[in-house]
Nanobody
Framework: QVSLVESGGDLVQPGGSLKLSCVAS????????MSWYRQAPGKQRDLVAR???????TYKDSVKGRFTISRDNAKNTLYLEMNSLQPEDTAVYYC????????????WGQGTQVTVSS
C-alpha cells in the first residue's frame, strides 16, 4: 500500500518554528523526488521546497533562508523545518513523491495544517 503521511502541523505565533515530517510507505523512497507544497485558503497549491534523489534542493523564494527541507532515506522520511513563521505561511502543507518512470509516478499525502497567528 502506497501512502505519504504528514505530521507536525500546529498553531504557532509569528516568529515561531515548526518541523513537519512525511513518512512514505510503499515506494522506493530514496529514488523519488520529494517535495513540500502548501495551499492557503482560497489559493492554488504552491511548491514550497523540493529535494531530488541526488539531494538537489530548491525553495520557493519567499521561504528561502527560513525553511529547510531534508530527507532521511533510511527512515523513508521527508522533513521541513520552518523558522521565522509568518501569517502568510498559514496553509495546509502537503508532501509529494514524484518519479519520471517508476510507478506510482506521483503520490500525495493528505496534508497537515500550519496556522501562524497571534
Amino acid at each position: 500500500q502506497v501512502s505519504l503521511v504528514e505530521s507536525g502541523g500546529d498553531l504557532v505565533q509569528p516568529g515561531g518554528s515548526l518541523k513537519l515530517s512525511c513518512v512514505a510507505s510503499g515506494i522506493s523512497f530514496s529514488r523519488y523526488i520529494m517535495s513540500w507544497y502548501r495551499q492557503a485558503p482560497g489559493k492554488q497549491r504552491d511548491l514550497v521546497a523540493r529535494s531530488t534523489s541526488g539531494e538537489t534542493i530548491t525553495y520557493k523564494d519567499s521561504v528561502k533562508g527560513r525553511f529547510t527541507i531534508s530527507r532521511d532515506n533510511a527512515k523513508n522520511t521527508l522533513y521541513l523545518e520552518m523558522n521565522s513563521l509568518q501569517p502568510e505561511d498559514t496553509a495546509v502543507y502537503y508532501c509529494s513523491a514524484n518519479h519520471p518512470f517508476l510507478t506510482p509516478r506521483s503520490v500525495w499525502g493528505q496534508g497537515t495544517q500550519v496556522t501562524v497567528s497571534s
